[in-house]
């Protein structure tokens, strides 16, 4: 249950800041998922991990695209706004995939060993290619984004980190596992881009 409502605050969370002059890059990024794929998912066994993570983000897209129809209807008082269900169909699968991915990778996060460090980086990586999306083309993004951004790698970290040897590890994986980040996001870019 604790999973669900994890969710669907996040998905709450993101349909209101898609509102909110300066906390848009909330709705529009990636942190609040991965966030939400990191938490749900760190420690536990694959089926737990692949779950909880599905789990979560299915309720978090769910109320994210129901709860921006319900903010815009009180925000602008009798206009109609309808929620696109191809597009919602769209990110509720990308939502399970995105579950199988995290509970799969993620739930190494805190261990010790190489898989945990790719699990890590990898999050890193999907982090600083959120950031690096936000930033192109103006080298200009939100300053409270980026502060919460680099507050949720040393979060990552601090979970991540169990010894001197894996933060090696770590460091050796951050280059490659940064760019497979980035281009995880593009991916996920382009598909809001074609289901629009």
Known sequence: MGIVVSGMFSGGLAAVSYYVAGLEWLAHGFLIWIVLGVTTTAG????????????????GVLVFYLGKQWVYVLEYAGAEYSVDPKRMAAWLAVAVLAGVACGTVFRHIGREGWSAAIATTTAIGLLFGDAARELYPTLSADPVFLVCTMLVVLVILLLAVVSKRQFGR???????????????????????????
Do not use: N, Q
Request: contains cysteine.
């Open 170 to 196: 770590i460091v050796l994986m951050a280059l490659p596992c940064a760019g497979f980040g980035l281009a995880l996001l593009l991916a996920a870019e382009l598909l809001e881009r074609l289901t629009w």
């Open 44 to 59: 536990h066994t694959l089926r737990t991990a692949v779950r909880r993570a599905s789990t979560a983000l299915l309720s």
